[in-house]
């Protein structure tokens, strides 16, 4: 039964780190890729680590899980965060599809600041 | 009795406690004097240690060989350490004079000391991946001192250098792995007792020839020395009177290590491709220096060439020839480093190594002038000078195992060797100075020029002295050469002193 | 005897210092030191004549078998008189040559050495000590001809000398070790008394040349001899020592030295007696076909070494005493002539004896020396030139080989040379008085006292003929190998054939030299076109061809480009192991079959990202492949068991890429720059060296001759090492050294970065 | 009171990291995080009280949770499928959180959760700017992020 | 120029920090009994600066270290070469290791030695090279711009 | 622990870092590449986890733990670098 | 394994020299980061590599419970690994100084310091 969990938890977390692959592989731009890769990457190495947790049966095993678990959920967003921002300011392009962007207009990228929204700005728009 | 360690010891501290006080330039100069000095006490006890007693081991951290890393000085070692001593103060000593304060900001003397320490460590350690770790510890001090100042050439030659000594560092890291795998240990005299064991010898042949190329490129041997004279002529003058007088050595000495203590099972085959080494590089070596006009790059080029030298009398094998060898790496390290100081001289007074823009010295330096002859001559080989009697022991032990081909070969080259000896003399030393047009400054036009000359006169004649000693005075020197080479044709003795001796 | 030869050298340290105090007199002084040597060596030769040769011994290198040993027979003895004799003359009349020079204490030093090397080398016994005193002589005589070092062609004639005596001297080292190892000694005279058969060994031929090779070049011999003239570019008083009276000597010395063990090898009678009569007749011609004085004497002096090589050559009993007399005379008259010609040029400003004429009233007594000395030059009676003459021809019609050639040249060069005086003595002082560039008086006493004494000497000793031969030329036969008892010199033997064809030199010789000033353009043309296939000639294409050939090997060996240095040695590492492999070892390809699927995939990425990085151009893009390169190593680390390393390469990597976006900022991106012919070249190169590290790697898995150490390292780790991470134990404890020079490493990247970061930035800054 | 906390917080982790739930190995964690504050204190924020945080914490955790594998499940079936179905753009969201970790802590959350990804904060930090991949319903989206944000802010807070 | 940094990669940085800084104390004290060492840990530490550096500017980083780095850098070495010492004072061969049993609250001990001491200067020694470069990189990419 | 299941894994993980791998060659930008290699830092400490339970050696969770640490600081250091200017590949 | 590792590293040191006989310099770099991890896996490889042992001794043992990878190649390339990234950390500096000091990437154009 517990060999059963843990086969699960395993399975299903390589499961999602092979979706993450392939979402990258196969989404047509930069923040979709990233959508698929961090999230599911990292909820796929979470659930690996529960897996392993479970396997070894250990309060030391409990407590590297934990501590990776955690050290996951908080660089993964800020790298994401990071290279997202840098794609996305660069003008990495955007999908066909996207259907809205109210982040460019705000942003002026040769002092890189960035509005709250420049709907509210007096300044005539260039 | 941790002696062995020692000479590591003192530039390592050194080294580390002038890294730790970079703020202050004063408390840099003195303990590069300092350490230096020390460093050269040391290792003259060490040398009068081993003299006493054959040889020194130590097991460091107390953990007999082959389970830790052995520290085995033998006579060879011992003599290189004591010139790496010599070499290290005259150079400590001319940096008083010569070295600008902007490079001592930058850590010139802390770099000067880990160099030592890595040459140092390369010449004691009994442990061949101990060896690669020395290397590099001296191989990266010398990029960082190669590329002190920044200049344009620096960095091109610098390329070339730091490259094609990495490209020999894998070789050697690869051969350390393969050895370990095949043989299972690190310590040289455990790995040569091992290799008296084996039955097949070929693969240690491959190991053999690998360690070969990479010390070759190490030593600047044919042809694989092209990183030597793209670089060396392109630091400040005591850099390269350093390297110039130590780094090739240590890939000389660890030849002179390897096969003689170590590949010593196959002489035919490993020896004789030696052979052809030393013969091809003494001649390619002198030929480019002929083709040079610039004071360093001759030298440079002459570096390359007295290397072959050192390697014939590896490769010819007889005592004699292991001695001529010892003498020759000897009074090779003294005369080059008092050369390239020489010309920090003239570059200090006239701004230029270009021989065609130098001149006059003979006129305006006598002292300096005759600072030259003696090593240019004893570089040369001409009697009564260091040179002459290292070379007369090569060339005697040349024709007793009648190798006439190369022997021919050391010949000429030192015909050669003169031929730019006297170019630098007559174009620096006889010619009148040129016009101040042709670029170079002429000497008392600045008169800040002159300061700290003294120093640099003190490190030049201190290391004249020692050729001259050298040359008239031979006899405790070539003691030494024969304990070293009998040591060297005799692994047993190292092997057992190793092996046996626990702490 | 040490002090004898070494005091020279000694007194040459402090002659600056000297010049210094004494000022114009100090060539008096100076001359002190060789006048009493001379007494000193005079005194040795009764001694010597009584006992035959001695030797001092003072131990030097004794385990180089290098030792201070000196041999005191007769022809050393004579050598060292006539070192010493004429050497105090010398140094006078340097004196007054050179009075307020410059550089006259430099002068000094070097004179002084140079004559005490010269003794070293007549008065050695150990063969090294001799070759010593032998470099020696090159060295302080380069310094000599280059005395006056800002012309240029003075540092051309210096360099040119010492380069064909030392390329002698290099074949003259191997010689004498050849020599000394079959004769199982390094003293002359246990070579002299050696038991081998030094004639019959296998390297007698070898060895003969390198000993001839050396004596040749330094005593000037055809085809060496173009050195000597042009070494006249030194100051007179030099020429006069080194190149007339001693330094040229020196090979002559050497030959004779050798000739009781050699002389018997027929290659040495063949090479002596050829090559020393074309340089006999080569240095007679030469002589009368130039104009300046010391060109003239400088040829007749290349005559006179070639007789004395050829008399050697000889060997007979005649020769032999030929040899002895006729260097007593040349050195005499030779040594004086070329005084007198210092004088020439000291007091009329001219080197050209063409543009002399009638000095004789200005200078009688300059006059009468020069008439003397040039009379024994030519070989006229009473003289003991002509003594020496008589007997060299004598040998000559009863030489062991080339007996027809011989007598020619020996007839040719008597003419040469009594021409060769005839222009030296006879047209500057008589005849017309002519204008020259100074007005010429006597000169002072320092000049004067040489020519003179050694121009009176010329004559006593061919008037007073006994005090030669039972002085000199009896011990030095002696010593030659033949028998001083027989020894008998006279001025008069009759009308016998020697005498006959004396006189037809001289008939001849007053013919030539009454057309001399007409025939002399003609003869110089001769000279020149001769000139332009003689083997000075030969030395500068050597020259040029050792520049050309030195430019062409650094063009194509140290181009300057990377790529060619890097695949240079990458073909030597792949060329010398893998052919080592495979003639020792044969090739040991297996096919590979991975037991771990997941650990090949790893493997393969690590290769694909590895192959992804080296050919895209988009250069972050390889940053980031090199990072997956680094992962799949960090995996493998995992996987096979090694976590520690694992996590280093991991961290590794990140920092890598970290530095590398910091710096690559400000790089440009990747661009292919070579053809796709060299890029085929490169991928060639990389694949064999990428092979044979396969297959080195296949043959090293093979084989496992010892288990490894490290079972004790793991056994100890708890027990001893007080750790449970055995690498870790290893790493700090075992082999704690490593990781002490590992830090040392990283501090001087982390000086280098920063030095290198820094040190232009703040240089702008300040 | 707030370096306290997190001086508390260092010293668990390291006897969770170490193993050893010894006394004298918390008071070494303790002790080498009071040494890691000590280099930062300068730079960490005032932060507000901290009481009774934790049963809401629990709660957020698993609402997290929940948010963050249905999230997954629908990115991975655009992805799995040819077809897109997502309708990506970049909104900007009013922020209500006001402090420095407040506003971290909003982000990598939303960041965190599946579709939707923060890119950046304007400079007077009064909005978000988020690339959300599923924007066919922009109110729907905009409520389910503000819910986040406010259950965030209520563990915060 | 602008730091490019924003306020999600400096707050997150407050917190990421001090959790490497203790992570590589964590590595470098227990290293000589599982997977860590001095080493290691030292590249952690300036992981974890780096980070700092790389959302809060030189300047701050500067102030946050309080010395140079090249201070680390001797300082490392000094007492690298400093657990030689007691080696030699007790005339042992150099870098014979001492282990000493140093008393904690709650009766248990711990096991200094020097190897601690070397791996500890180790340590130090990575985080001042390392930092060294990293910092004067961007001094000078910042003196640059 | 079941020898299939773990096969499995290992070759789902293995396939998927290949497809992560496909991406960063492609790019075409470099933040396409960066996050590629993000998620293979992802995939790795998976492997590391799934090796630590096949082996049974709790210790190489520790090299997990810094990979979940420290290697997200590429990434930063990627975006550093984008942003200031580096040129856009 | 090491069969398969043999051709893995060696096809390493090829990319390695290859990218080392570029003309530019900035690739040098990715030859120096290969020809380092290749000479590190040559001697993992040829020391015997061997699965799931890691040289760790439980808690409370003497030694290993069975036997264990070698431990001595781990620390020789962990130290390897140390070195090769101070070096390279030079190497890369190094680099960037050179191109900007002389103005160009290309090696061939940085021939001054020869002939
Ligand atoms: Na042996
Ligand atoms: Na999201």
Known sequence: MIDLIIGAFLISGAAFMLLAA????????????????????????????????????????????????????????????????????????????????????????????????????????? | MSLAVAPILVPLFFGALSLALWRYRIAQR???????????????????????????????????????????????????????????????????????????????????????????????????????????????????LLTLGGERAQMEGAIKYVTLNLFSSAIFLSAVGILYGLLGTLNMADIALKIDQVENTALINVVAVMFMV???????AFPLFFWLPASYHTPLVGVSALFAGLLTKVGVYALFRMFTIVFDHDIAYTHEILVWVAGFTMLSGVLGAAAQYEFRRILSFHIVSQIGYMILGLALFTPLAIIGGVFYIMHHIIVKTTLFLISGVTYRLTGTHELKALGGYYRSRPMLSILFLIPAFSLAGMPPLSGFFAKFIVIRAGIEAQAWGVTAVALLVGLLTLYSMTKIWAEVFWKAAPDTESGAVTEGSAAANTAGLGWMYTAIAGLAACTLFIGLNGEPIYALAETAAQQLLNPDRYIEAVLEARP | MLPAVLSGFILALFAPLICRVAGDRCGWVFALLPATLFVWFAGLLPDVMANGAQVVRYPWFPAMDVNLDFLVDGLSLMFALLISGIGTFILIYAGGYLKGHAFLGRFYVCMLSFMASMLGVVLSDNLVTFFVFWELTSITSYLLIGFEHEDVKARASALQGLFVTVAGGLALMAGLIMLATVAGSYSLSGVLASEADLIGHEWAVPM??????????????????????????????????????????????????????????????????????????????????????KKVLAYSTIMALGTLVMLIGIGTHYALVAFATFLIAHSLYKGALFMIAGILDHETGTKDVAEMGG??????????????????????????????????????????????????????????????????????????????PKHPHEAPLSMLAGPVVLAGLSLLFGVALFIPEQTLVGPVVASLGGVAQKVHLSLWHGVNLPLMLSLGCLLVAVVILRFWSSLQPQLAIVRDGLGRFGPEAGYFRIMEWLTRIATWQTRVLQNGTMGNYMITLALTTVGITGFTLFTQYGLPLRLPVPDSGFAAGIALLMVMSAFFATSTISRLGAVAAMSVVGFAVALIFILFSAPDLGITQILVETLTVILLVLVLFRLPGFTRMSSPLERGRDIIVAVLFGSLMTVLILAATEVQFFDPISAEHVARSVSDGHGRNIVNVILVDFRALDTLGEIFVLALAATGVYSMIRFKAEEQSA | MIPFFWNVILALLWVALTGSFSGGNLLAGFFFGYLALAVLQRHVPVLYGYSQRAPRFLAFAVFFLKELIVANVRVAYDVITPVWYMKPGVIAMRLEA???????????????????????????????????????????????????????????? | MKEANTLILRTAALFLVPMQLLFSVFLLLRGHDEPGGGFIAGLVASGAVVLFLFSYGVSATRELLRVDPRDFLGVGLLIGLASIVPSLVLGQPAMTAQWWAIPLPGGDYYKFSTPLIFDVGVYLTVIGSILTMVVGLSESEESDA | MNGFVLTLVYSMLALAMLMAAIR????????????????????VVGIIGVHALDTGVLSFLDVAIVVALVAFLAAIGFARFIERGGPRE | METLMAYIVGALFAAALYMMLRRSIVKLVIGLML???????????????????????????????????????QALILTAIVIAFGVLAFSVVLIHRAYEVVGTDDLDRMKDTDT
């Open chain 1, 22 to 126: 392939l979402g990258i592989l196969r989404l047509p731009d930069l923040p979709t890729r990233m959508h698929s890769s961090t999230k599911a990457g990292a909820l796929g190495a979470m659930l690996i680590m529960g897996g392993v947790v479970l396997g070894f049966a250990q309060w030391l095993a409990l407590a590297r899980g934990v501590a990776i678990v955690l050290f996951i959920m908080m660089t993964t967003p800020i790298a994401a965060h990071a290279i997202g921002r840098a794609g996305y300011l660069i003008g990495v392009p955007l999908w066909d599809g996207t259907i809205k962007d109210e982040l460019r207009e705000n942003y002026d990228s040769r002092t890189h600041s960035l509005r709250s929204d420049a709907a509210d700005d007096d300044e005539p728009r260039v």
């Open chain 2, 30 to 144: 003195v303990l590069g004097l300092a350490g230096t000095l020390v460093l050269l006490l040391v290792s003259v006890r060490l040398l009068q240690v081993v003299h006493a007693e054959g040889m020194v081991v130590l097991h460091m951290g107390g953990w007999a060989a082959p389970l830790g890393i052995t520290l085995a000085v033998d006579m060879l070692g011992a003599i290189m350490v004591a010139l790496t001593g010599i070499t290290g103060l005259a150079i400590a000593l001319f940096s008083m004079g010569d070295t600008p304060e902007r490079h001592e900001h930058f850590g010139y003397y802390p770099l000067m000391h880990l160099l030592l320490a890595g040459v140092v460590g390369s010449f004691v350690t009994g442990d061949i991946f101990n060896l690669y770790v020395w290397f590099e510890v001296m191989l990266i001090a010398s990029f960082a």
């Open chain 2, 214 to 220: 990479a010390f070759g490129i190490k030593a600047s």
């Open chain 3, 208 to 293: 003969l040349l390198c000993i001839l090779a050396g004596a040749f070049t330094k005593s000037a011999q055809v085809p060496f001899h173009f050195w000597l003239p042009n070494a006249m570019a030194a100051p007179t008083p030099v020429s006069a020592f080194l190149h007339s009276a001693t330094m040229v000597k020196a090979g002559v010395y050497l030959l004779a030295r050798l000739n009781p063990a050699l002389g018997e090898a027929q290659l040495w009678t063949l090479l002596l007696s050829l090559f020393g009569g074309l340089t006999m007749f080569t240095g007679a011609f030469l002589a009368i076909t130039h104009t300046g004085a």
């Open chain 3, 359 to 436: 000095l004789a009233r200005l200078m009688p007594v300059t006059a009468i020396a020069a008439a003397v000395a040039a009379l024994s030059l030519a070989g006229l009676p009473p003289l003991l030139g002509f003594v020496g003459k008589e007997l060299m021809f004598e040998a000559v019609l009863e030489a062991p080989a080339w007996q027809r050639l011989l007598p020619v040249l020996a007839v040719g060069a008597g003419i040469g040379v009594m021409v060769a005086a005839g222009i030296i003595a006879i047209k500057p002082f008589f005849g017309e008085r002519r204008e020259t």
């Open chain 4, 98 to 157: 006001e402090t420095d970790i407040e506003i971290t802590l909003v982000a990598n959350l939303i960041s965190l959760t599946p579709g939707t990804l923060s890119l950046d904060v304007s400079d007077d930090r009064k909005v978000l700017y988020i690339h959300a991949m599923f924007m066919a319903d922009e109110q729907e989206l905009r409520d389910s992020l503000q819910e986040l944000e406010r259950r965030i802010l209520r563990v915060l807070r």
């Open chain 6, 24 to 43: 960063l060659g492609k790019g075409p930008s470099l933040p396409d590449r960066v996050v590629a290699l993000e998620l293979i830092s992802s995939m």
């Open chain 7, 35 to 73: 020809i380092s991890n290749a000479a590190n896996l040559l001697i993992f490889t040829v020391a015997g590599m061997r699965e799931g042992a890691p040289p760790l001794i439980p808690e409370g043992a003497q030694v290993p419970a069975s036997a264990v990878a070698d431990p001595l190649p």
